[in-house]
C-alpha cells in the first residue's frame, strides 16, 4: 500500500468516526429539564389551554405530526407527536416557540416546551 493509500484509509477511518459521533450525540441530546406552568410565557399557558381545549387554534399548522427527527424527545412511533404554536410577541412569523404534545394531545399530560425551534425541550410539570 502506498503512503497516500495509507493517509487516505485513516482519513477516511477519522471521517467516519466523526459522523458517528456525531450522529449518535443528536440522537442522545437530553431534555434539558422541566419548567411549571406557571414558569411559562402567558402565551404558552394560552396554547396549552387551548390544546386541553382542542382549538381553536390560530395557525394552520397547529396540531400536525411532529417528527421529531433529532430525537431530543423520547422514542415514540411515527404520529405520536404533534406540534402547536406558541405566539411570539412581535414575530411576523410562527416564531420559535412551540408545545409539542404526546399522545392523544388533549388528554395525555405529555406536553413539552421549546423556545428555540426544536433545539431543547423542557417538559412542562402540571
Do not use: C
Not at 24 to 29: D, G, H, L, T
Not at 36 to 49: F, G, N, V, Y
Not at 53 to 71: C, H, I, S, T, W
Amino acid at each position: 500500500m502506498t503512503l497516500n493509500a495509507t493517509i487516505l484509509k485513516k482519513w477516511t477511518a477519522f471521517l467516519a468516526m466523526l459522523v458517528l459521533s456525531v450522529s449518535v450525540f443528536a440522537r442522545e441530546a437530553p431534555l434539558t429539564g422541566s419548567v411549571s406552568i406557571a414558569d411559562l410565557p402567558p402565551e404558552a399557558r394560552t396554547t396549552l389551554m387551548l390544546i386541553k381545549q382542542g382549538g381553536p387554534f390560530a395557525y394552520d399548522k397547529d396540531g400536525v405530526v411532529f417528527g421529531n427527527y433529532e430525537a431530543r424527545l423520547p422514542k415514540q412511533k411515527r404520529g405520536y407527536y404533534h406540534e402547536y404554536t406558541v405566539k411570539t410577541p412581535r414575530a411576523r412569523n410562527r416564531g420559535v416557540r412551540r408545545i409539542i404534545a404526546g399522545g392523544e394531545p388533549r388528554t395525555s399530560g405529555e406536553y413539552y416546551y421549546t423556545d428555540d425551534h426544536y433545539e431543547s425541550f423542557r417538559k412542562i410539570r402540571e
